[in-house]
């Protein structure tokens, strides 16, 4: 092992402890500094922070402290760490500074990072600090929030390396070296004709590997897979995911070169899409740990009352069968097995389903396989728990056939959670709707409502009671 390497790691064990928290030892020296008003040694500190690192730094401090550390640093806090904090984190920093000095921020980071934080802010708000960039900038960034929210044009980077098909590598490689205005790294040079029109790309490997009279339009490929700028940012990221991409073109509606998108950021996307889809399966929406009390209630409320709703419909199932119950109170006792078995069984299909059609891996041609198959996984797993809980109720209550009923019961019951678990997401997806924030309340509804109806009914019909 190198010393870079030494060093790098201890580094690393030097911020956060062995549980991958940030260290008590490292956060004493920050709130020292902070107590002293040694905005120096503060600075000193947190100099070598990855903007990931300082955005874990920021999210373990309250309200108070998160104000001093970004006040006694000034100038020196590096914004982009807000890219890399929860939202309810990033707007109480941006609120208590002045637009002033966000707009200064702003133009030191790259494009994406600088519509990150601007795409919360209310239109005043950005329409003022806007106009204290420089013009180029300002359309650049303006463009950008003109387009939907998590769409590939929100998520671009507007800096990227372009130039003309008749541009010879040694003119392309010169042009590099002595352009400011390169962004800082990049995998992929662009080609467009005079009118902005995407023509294809040059890999820097190709373009290095490449004598200097050769012209850029004998050694590009064609961009196969430029992304409009309109396309929701999980698509794009699929189309990565796809094929591999590092980067990509990005063009407005009529095919011109508008921006690109990069691995890191899609890598973002992919995380966010997938934390909030387990959120959303949770019935907690767009939660994040930095929200109030008073918003966390709020997120959860309405799917714990669409919850209370459903519980009510099987409660009045329950109801039904009340008579059944109390001349044999065991249906009471087993109930619950019924229930939470198709409850799990109807969960297990459903995250399954709801992640497939996220990644976009059923579709037409293959969903009734799918299906087929919950349904017989479905049939198998209700006769093997059948037959185990049927002989538990059996000699529980000294009654084989209230075994043989908890049995039949459990088949069907097994059966209808798998469809419902299929079925539901599909449908809800066909329809337009969210299947992961909808799909958990209805599958817990039928897998409830079918249990009871199935156990009791097939039980007040057995035993004639």
Do not use: C
Request: aromatic residues 8%; negative net charge; glycine residues 6%.
């Amino acid at each position: 092992m190198d010393d870079a390497e030494t060093t790098g790691d201890a580094y690393v064990h030097d911020i956060y402890s062995e549980d991958g928290a940030i260290s008590a030892d490292f956060l004493d020296r920050i709130n020292a500094a902070i107590e002293n008003g040694d905005a120096d040694a503060l600075a000193a500190t947190v100099a070598n922070l990855h903007e990931s690192e300082l955005g874990d730094v920021l999210e373990t401090f309250d309200s108070d402290e998160r104000g001093r550390f970004v006040g006694l640093l000034g100038d020196r806090f590096d914004f982009s760490a807000l890219t890399e904090v929860d939202e309810a984190v990033r707007m109480e920093i941006i609120d208590a500074l002045s637009n002033d000095k966000i707009a200064a921020a702003v133009q030191a980071l790259d494009s994406d990072d600088a519509v990150y934080i601007l795409e919360d802010l209310d239109e005043k708000d950005q329409a003022e600090i806007l106009a204290q960039l420089p013009f180029t900038e300002r359309i650049r960034l303006r463009r950008s929030l003109d387009y939907p929210e998590e769409s590939a044009g929100r998520r671009m980077q507007t800096e990227f390396v372009a130039v003309p098909p008749y541009w010879s590598v040694g003119q392309t490689i010169d042009y590099m070296r002595d352009s400011e205005d390169l962004p800082t790294s990049f995998a992929q040079i662009f080609v467009v004709d005079p009118t902005f029109h995407l023509v294809g790309a040059v890999d820097l490997d190709k373009l290095l590997r490449t004598k200097r009279p050769v012209k850029i339009e004998e050694i590009m490929r064609e961009t196969r897979h430029a992304i409009p700028a309109e396309t929701d940012q999980e698509e794009a990221a699929q189309i990565f995911e796809q094929y591999d991409l590092l980067s990509a073109a990005v063009v407005d509606e009529n095919e011109r070169l508008v921006g690109i998108l990069t691995i890191d950021d899609v890598v973002d996307v992919i995380q966010e899409e997938a934390e909030e889809d387990l959120k959303r399966l949770g019935g907690v929406g767009d939660e994040e740990l930095s929200d109030s009390v008073v918003e966390t209630t709020k997120s959860r409320f309405l799917w714990l009352l669409i919850n209370l709703a459903t519980a009510i419909l099987a409660s009045f199932v329950i109801g039904l069968f009340d008579a059944t119950i109390a001349e044999m109170v065991a249906l009471a006792v087993l109930m619950p097995i019924v229930a939470s078995m198709g409850g799990n069984a109807g969960t297990q299909t459903m995250t399954v389903a709801v992640r497939a059609l996220a990644t976009r891996d059923i579709d037409i041609y293959n969903a009734s396989r799918i299906i087929r198959r919950e349904v017989t996984v479905g049939f198998i797993n209700g006769i093997v728990f059948a037959a185990l809980i049927g002989l538990v109720a059996a000699v529980w209550f000294a009654s084989p056939a209230l075994g043989g009923v908890i049995g039949v019961a459990m088949i069907i019951n097994m059966v209808s959670a798998a469809l419902a678990g299929i079925l539901i997401p599909l449908l809800l997806d066909r329809f337009g709707a969210d299947p992961a924030i909808a799909s958990s309340v209805f599958v817990t509804t039928v897998t409830d409502v079918v249990g009871f109806f199935a156990f009791l009914g097939f039980a007040a019909w057995w035993f004639g009671i």
